[in-house]
């Protein structure tokens, strides 16, 4: 089966199953925290400054700063959706390396970085206070179902940095000015919205497929693993 259609099935399906997992939907803000803290991390290392980050309970999120020159806020702009993309890829190269522990240290930080610093409103530092309080919950006494949390987090991540992308990405076909970070970036250069958001929407399949093919690669690996170990036993 082509890779890109098998990677397009392999996210449907696992947005349909997940979406039967309880409480599933607190955790796809996973996705919007790094989006914005995406956005953050940039600014701050353009020599802007963030005033702070909203985060609200429709998985939605926006980030306000301030002293950026035209040329650097177009960086801040793409950051959000390269970040989130990014991310989701580096979740299952760790899982890949056995470093889900490493993953989870992670998203800790950030939720607690942004949370010290950034986010204001109260659904968004109750949401990551409740994140963070569980990843160290699990990290510590929760080690025989870290791996399984790891994946579904790395999942629903995963299926959320394709979504929101594919979203911006419609959403600048039908109603351009309503394409978020692709509209800024339509006002911020000479290229329309169009173009971002297609650019994004690519831009998330191609990490979703690297992410994948690390995914069906462990997997593999272990599956082998354990026939070897089976003959073993039966010699």
Known sequence: MNKWLKTILFLV???????????????????????????????????GKVLRIELYADHSGVTYSSMLTPGRSILVSLAGYVT?????????????????MWGLGIMTGVALVSLLFYVRGEFGMLWLTGFSALNVVIMIFGAKIAKFYYLLLAFLTLEESVVSAMYVGLMSWTQPSRAGDAAKLAQQTFLPALFWGTLFALFALWCAKGALTLFFRKESSARTSKSRGLRGRNV
Request: hydrophobic share 50%; glycine share 6%.
């Open 13 to 47: 399906g696992s947005a349909l199953l997940t979406r039967f997992i309880p409480f599933s939907s607190l955790f796809r803000n996973l996705d919007t925290m790094i989006h914005e803290f995406g956005h953050a991390l940039v600014t701050l290392l353009l020599s």
């Open 84 to 100: 989130a993309s990014l991310f989701a890829w580096l979740l299952f190269y760790l899982y890949r390396k056995g470093r889900h």
